[in-house]
């Protein structure tokens, strides 16, 4: 059974269509990219998953029952993320535990270790302001699986970080996403990002947002992706790779076969957001 399903789905402001005619299935353990012009619904389309609205029509299920609100069971990762900024790292990763009751001993013990997960040991201590724009996302990632949600929602999390901070954390979340087994969707404007992160990236029509193709990015020798499942291997008992960090990252990110994947999008993409910023002309002239 797939983990989420969006049946018909369509959502309207008003007479507005943000959204029309999404069906789409994703897998236990997937990573799915959205990629779409701006504008497109693809943060309407976060948000209905993530139960913050209600779809117009047609339906989302998750584990086979209907969405109906926010859950533990979703965490979201958004561009910017709102820390408390009178807690500190660890106050802040503790604090998305507050909710689920989990004793104070426990809580302190577990922020650390998604914390180290992160790579931010030592950093407990430090305030938001006191940390880089980097390790403030890496906060709230923390934060995110912390609560262990099965489906982390990604709203553009790296779209405010410099290009060599977003190329680590890119990193260090393929690999949590490998060792956790998580579901992932994760919305970019970024094409390369789209690639390197994602199993299957959907590409989104401008408006009314609509699927208009998924391609699936299948590398030969990407550990964790293209298999079916978070580990890597066919049937998801073997070992977890090993690490795409580094290197081999930067290898993925030349080679010929990632050429050709962003080529692809680039092209799906391209029609849309002329059309896209085609209708922005209109109606600015109405
Ligand atoms: N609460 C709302 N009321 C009215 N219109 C809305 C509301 N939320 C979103 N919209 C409209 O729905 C459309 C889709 O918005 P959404 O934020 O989902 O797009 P997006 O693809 O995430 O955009 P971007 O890539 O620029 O972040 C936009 O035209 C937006 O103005």
Request: charged content about 25%.
């Amino acid at each position: 059974m797939a983990k989420i399903v969006f049946e018909g789905v369509r959502k309207t402001f008003g007479d507005f269509t943000a959204l029309d005619g999404i069906d789409l299935e994703i897998r236990s353990g997937e990573f799915l990219v959205v990629v779409g012009p701006s504008g497109c619904g693809k943060s309407t389309l976060l948000d209905l998953l993530g139960g913050l609205s209600t779809p117009t029509a047609g339906r989302i299920l998750l584990d086979g029952k209907p969405v109906t609100g926010p859950g533990l069971d979703r965490g979201i990762v958004f561009q910017q993320y709102a820390l408390l900024p009178w807690r500190t790292a660890l106050g802040n990763v503790e604090f998305g535990l507050e909710a689920t009751g989990v004793p104070r001993r426990e809580r302190k013990d577990r922020a650390r270790e998604f914390l180290d997960l992160v790579g931010l040991t030592g950093f407990e201590d430090r305030h938001p302001h006191q940390l880089s724009g980097g390790m403030r996302q890496r906060v709230a990632i923390a934060r995110s699986l912390a609560y262990d949600p099965d489906v982390l929602l990604m709203d553009e999390p790296f779209a405010a970080l410099d290009a060599q901070t977003r190329e680590s954390l890119q990193d260090e979340l393929r690999r949590i996403w490998q060792r956790t087994g998580k579901t992932v969707i994760f919305i970019t404007h970024g094409i390369e990002e789209a690639v390197y992160l994602g199993q299957r990236v959907a590409v989104m029509t401008s408006r009314p947002g609509r699927i208009k193709e998924i391609v699936p990015v299948t590398f030969g020798e990407r550990p964790g992706t293209g298999n079916g499942t978070a580990d890597g291997t066919a049937d998801g008992t073997g070992p977890a790779p090993a690490s795409a960090a580094g290197p081999q990252g930067e290898d993925l990110r030349s080679s010929p076969e990632f050429a050709r994947y962003r080529h692809e999008i680039w092209t799906l993409l391209h029609d849309e957001v002329a059309r896209a910023q085609q209708l922005e002309k209109e109606e600015a002239s109405v």
